[in-house]
């Protein structure tokens, strides 16, 4: 074995850390994303990447032109009148956006040793990550000069969703690859098979998540922020056909999460992370009866959409563990030292 064909333990700790700290670093965003939604600060800074023609968001009017209404009224859905709270809120946002790619610049560096080693999958997979999370950068802009259309919020959300899985499966890789799961063929099959299920419906309830949420902008829109005990009971179709499908979510999970238990035991790296499923599923339904049935908290829509992406990214995460024989495997001409997190 030559020294070309090893990774060594400090390198292969390094880019696991990077890829889990990335992986958080993700989901701030997307609490963030959510704050935005949930405040209505999308169009807290008019233009992009600038905000209100500054790199550093003024703070208060007196720091905007005289003529700033004419300037941005267009693009304020009316609300023409400066609001230093929604501006930072969604300034804070691209901050964090910004040092998203950051950390994933930072986990490709950390990918070269895999690509000299021969696993040359892994630094393609995080040099996809970095060119996705450009294009959502890219996206990201799109959605404040389409003045927040509907489809390319829905796209920015699905992109952000196969960024997370791209970031699961390195850090999944390089923390479990060498301690794959010993299942019989028929257990795995039967768990992995269901798995493809409960991840396609977790991913057709979030998109029919974005649906309402859309038709809530609509809600908002004519009635304001001050009427938040009447949203719900505005909302059309697609909101009950939402809450009616959590149920079929609910029931899929729950027989997905007992198979696991049957085949692996409660204790087992894909068992645990099923406990955090089901309860991770239990807070998300949970938020969701807040938001139905008590006047729509603020604090709950950005955690709703949270555990529904932190539900299906460890979904995703069971399924790899699951066939970790095909997909979590080292190149057959490579040695990857093991090291705890």
């Given amino acids: 074995m030559t020294s070309s064909t090893h990774i060594d333990i400090k390198a292969n700790r390094r880019f696991r850390r990077l890829a889990l700290n990335t992986v958080i670093v993700l989901y ?20 992009w990447p600038r905000c209100f023609g500054r790199w550093v968001p003024p703070t208060e009017v007196s ?3 005289a003529n700033y209404k004419e300037l941005y009224g267009a ?24 040092f998203t790619g950051v950390m994933i610049f930072l986990t490709l560096l950390a990918s070269i040793p895999f690509l000299r080693s021969g696993n040359k999958r892994i630094f393609y997979y995080s040099l996809s990550a970095f060119i996705l999370v450009g294009f959502q950068g890219w996206l990201g802009a799109k959605v404040v000069s389409f003045e927040l259309l509907p489809i390319v919020v829905t796209l920015h959300m699905l992109l952000a969703i196969v960024i997370v899985f791209l970031l699961l499966y390195l850090f999944t890789w390089s923390a479990y690859a060498g301690n794959i799961l010993q299942l019989k063929e028929s257990s795995k099959k039967v768990i992995g098979g269901i798995g493809i299920v409960v991840i396609t419906l977790s991913l057709i309830q979030i998109l029919l998540g ?6 809530m902008d609509e809600v908002i829109q004519k009635l304001g922020y001050q009427a938040r005990s009447e949203w719900m009971d505005e909302l059309g179709l697609n909101f009950y056909i939402h809450r009616s499908f959590s149920i079929l979510v609910f029931v899929v999970n729950l027989y997905w999460i007992n198979k696991i238990f049957k085949a692996e035991g409660k204790g087992s790296i894909a068992g645990k992370i099923a406990i955090a499923c089901f309860w991770i599923l239990i807070l998300e339904i949970g938020t969701g009866i807040l938001m139905a049935y008590f006047g729509v ?13 932190l539900l299906i990214g460890l979904q995703f995460v069971i399924w ?7 997909y979590l495997k080292y190149s057959s001409d490579i040695r990857l030292a093991k090291s705890t997190i």
């Fill in 297 to 309: 908290p603020p604090f709950a829509q950005p955690l709703h959409l949270t555990f529904a992406i």
């Fill in 75 to 98: 693009k304020l859905k009316g609300e023409i009148e400066f609001n230093p709270v929604k501006t930072w809120i969604e300034y804070v946002n691209r901050l964090l956006g910004a």
């Fill in 63 to 65: 720091q905007l032109p």
């Fill in 320 to 326: 790899l563990v699951v066939n970790g024989k095909k």
């Fill in 28 to 47: 701030f965003l997307i609490i963030a994303g959510g704050v935005v939604r949930s405040t209505g600060a999308g169009m807290g800074c008019p233009d």
């Fill in 210 to 215: 974005t649906q309402v949420r859309e038709a």
